[in-house]
Nanobody, 118 residues
Framework: QVQLVESGGGSVQAGGSLKLSCKAS????????MAWYRQTPGNERALVAE???????NYAEFVRGRFIISRDNEKNTVSLEMNSLTPEDTALYYC????????????WGRGIQVTVSS
């Protein structure tokens, strides 16, 4: 069964950096888009950054200039390098893959916690 497996994350002090990684357990088909979302208690899941299979990345305003998303199309992996972290970046981060039409594979990873202390 196809899975999106996240790694990285953890706890860091404000101003620090962390890197998240996500790997799809298949390389048969490439996701149209790979992305990272985040969610805090009581709030909806929000897009952090996304990158299409071809083309440039798109970032949420609140992370632009601090976070960098990258993907490896051959390995079906996506990473999120997070710099200058603030306590407001504390959230559960989810890997997302938009698969081509006709595929019912999972679109979301389980989520990974990022905690930034002041």
């Amino acid at each position: 069964q196809v899975q999106l497996v996240e790694s990285g994350g953890g706890s860091v002090q404000a101003g620090g950096s962390l890197k998240l990684s996500c790997k799809a357990s298949t390389t048969i088909i490439r996701p149209i888009i790979m992305a990272w979302y985040r969610q805090t208690p009581g709030n909806e899941r929000a897009l952090v950054a996304e990158v299409p299979v071809v083309g440039g990345a798109n970032y949420a305003e609140f992370v632009r200039g601090r976070f960098i998303i990258s993907r490896d199309n051959e390995k079906n992996t996506v990473s999120l390098e997070m710099n200058s972290l603030t306590p407001e970046d504390t959230a559960l981060y989810y890997c997302h893959a938009e698969w081509p039409a006709g595929n019912s594979w999972p679109s979301w990873g389980r989520g990974i916690q990022v905690t930034v202390s002041s």
